[in-house]
């Protein structure tokens, strides 16, 4: 299932969501409780490729959670009431630490690296080898959690590390997005170090602080407004 | 340039994104990176890399929303920059950093558009839920598409980046220190208005500063 559970978003589509995938990663599982029983296996297999969603890294919390419950013999509108239940905290959870916390904060730390000059076979594999050990400890973690609590895996999820370490990995990217700031203001990204360069990017510093990510448009449109007037002065010359 | 080499990069870096494995070879840094290592030039493929990562920070894939493939984009335009004899000059870069940010909407639009199309894949005829060994293979048939789709993507963007660079970089009339100037400030307004990823300035700004005087500090070290 753990293997599995790393494709888990491979058939992700907009009626069913990851409904599919989830059942595909339950399905050895499922053919351990149902060996013997291929009706009830299939039964099985069909209920659990209803609509669901959870953050790709915590699908083991819900499949563990669903193959004891499976086990034990529980209703399918028990099964039914329990994913709807887990599905949320799954996604805002997973969606907190991984996608707004560790993936932004470690890929940062590279940049900051590459940016103080660091060369790029050291920052690039850091970055790498950081991430992907908080997010296949995560998996791992995901699925004994699951299986061990069951249905109260919900108290399990409150009670666990995860939650405290959204806080810590957005404070951690924070600081580095700091740092970063501060060097590429400085030129250090674009070998630029002319004080009206600095002055004018401290400035849209502070504009991007204020405006938030809408900025990231009017900044793409810019470079390209400034390419299209070199393309015109470049024609007219 | 080998096209096909840049084509399976491409094609796993957009698995990578979503289907399988999601180990982050898709951020634009790694898989610029990549592709510059590919086409023997690494140190150009982290210039590019790193600029197309600062304008790809804030871009989050929560729930069921459409977003840039910044991943395919990011093999494409660096691809597209190394094909050109001027390839270490900023106007080339300008061009190629321009351009995988428009052609990674593109990308996007070909995920929405791939989803859409798998949704009938995973129903009997009847439109029922499909039997196990059917799900298993229909599963499996749904990364080898996005695959494919990745590939097609990154060849697409490759072909017309490549045509971009060629024909745009030489006839932009800029200096290099005013497209340094430009893109250093770009990515400053960019990275302010990341701070909203980590919970805005409210939340975070104690950390942001203490990050700053860090910056200056490494900058003193220098």
Redesign the interface.
């Known amino acids: 299932m753990l293997v599995r559970s790393?494709?888990v978003?491979?058939?992700?589509?907009?009626?069913?969501?990851i409904g599919?995938?989830f059942?595909?990663v339950l399905?050895p599982a499922?053919?351990h409780v149902f060996r013997e029983r291929p009706d009830e296996?299939?039964a099985a297999?069909?209920?659990h490729?209803?609509p669901f969603?959870s953050h790709?890294?915590l699908v083991g919390v819900a499949a563990g959670a669903v193959v004891r419950l499976e086990q034990e013999g529980a209703p399918p509108p028990v099964l039914e009431r329990f994913k709807s239940a887990i599905r949320g905290s799954l996604?805002s959870v997973g969606?907190a630490l991984f996608?707004?916390?560790v993936?932004?904060a470690s890929?940062?730390l590279?940049?900051?690296l590459?940016?103080?000059?660091a060369p790029?076979?050291l920052a690039?594999p850091i970055?790498?080898m950081l991430?992907?050990a908080a997010?296949v400890l995560t998996r791992t973690w995901g699925f004994r959690m699951g299986l061990k609590h069951g249905a109260g895996v919900a108290a399990g999820l409150r009670e666990s590390v995860l939650l405290r370490a959204v806080g810590a990995a957005?404070?951690?990217?924070?600081?580095?997005?700091?740092?970063?700031?501060?060097?590429?203001?400085?030129?250090?990204?674009?070998?630029?170090s002319?004080l009206?360069?600095t002055i004018?990017?401290?400035a849209?510093?502070?504009?991007?602080?204020?405006?938030?990510?809408?900025?990231?448009f009017?900044?793409?449109v810019?470079?390209?407004l400034?390419?299209i007037?070199?393309?015109l002065?470049?024609?007219l010359? | 340039m080998s096209l096909p080499a840049v084509a399976l990069l491409g094609g796993i870096v957009g698995l990578d994104a979503t289907s399988f494995p999601q180990v982050m070879i898709s951020r634009p840094l790694v898989a610029a990176t990549l592709t510059g290592w590919i086409l023997g030039d690494p140190a150009s493929g982290v210039a590019l890399g790193a600029l197309h990562e600062i304008f790809s920070l804030a871009v989050l894939p929560v729930g069921a929303s459409r977003y840039p493939e910044t991943g395919t984009a990011s093999v494409a335009a660096t691809a597209a920059m190394l094909s050109s004899t001027a390839a270490g000059t900023w106007s080339t870069l300008l061009v190629a950093l321009v351009f995988g940010l428009l052609w990674e909407r593109v990308g996007g639009a070909t995920v929405v558009i791939y989803r859409r199309s798998i949704e009938k894949l995973l129903l009997t005829t009847s439109g029922d839920a499909l039997p196990s060994r059917k799900l298993e293979l229909r599963h499996a048939l749904t990364l080898g598409l996005d695959f494919a789709r990745a590939s097609l993507v990154t060849i697409g963007g490759v072909l017309l980046g490549s045509s971009l660079v060629v024909h745009l970089a030489p006839r932009a009339d800029l200096p290099a220190g005013l497209i340094r100037g430009a893109i250093a400030v770009a990515a400053a307004a960019v990275l302010g208005g990341t701070l909203g990823v980590f919970g805005g300035w409210s939340e975070r700004h104690k950390a942001f500063v203490l990050g700053a005087v860090a910056g200056c500090a490494l900058l003193a070290l220098r």
């Open positions: 790393f494709a978003q491979g058939s992700f589509n907009y009626r069913t969501l599919a995938g059942a595909f399905l499922l053919r296996l299939e297999a069909r209920r490729q209803e969603n790709p890294y996604g969606d996608w707004a916390g993936r932004p890929v940062l590279a940049l900051v590459v940016v103080a000059g790029f076979w690039v970055f790498l991430y992907n997010h957005a404070s951690i990217g924070a600081f580095l997005l700091g740092a970063l700031s501060l060097l590429v203001a400085a030129g250090l990204l674009t070998e630029n002319a009206l360069t004018a990017a401290m849209a510093l502070g504009v991007g602080l204020a405006v938030g990510s809408m900025i990231r009017p900044a793409v810019a470079l390209g400034l390419l007037a070199g393309l002065r470049g024609a010359s």
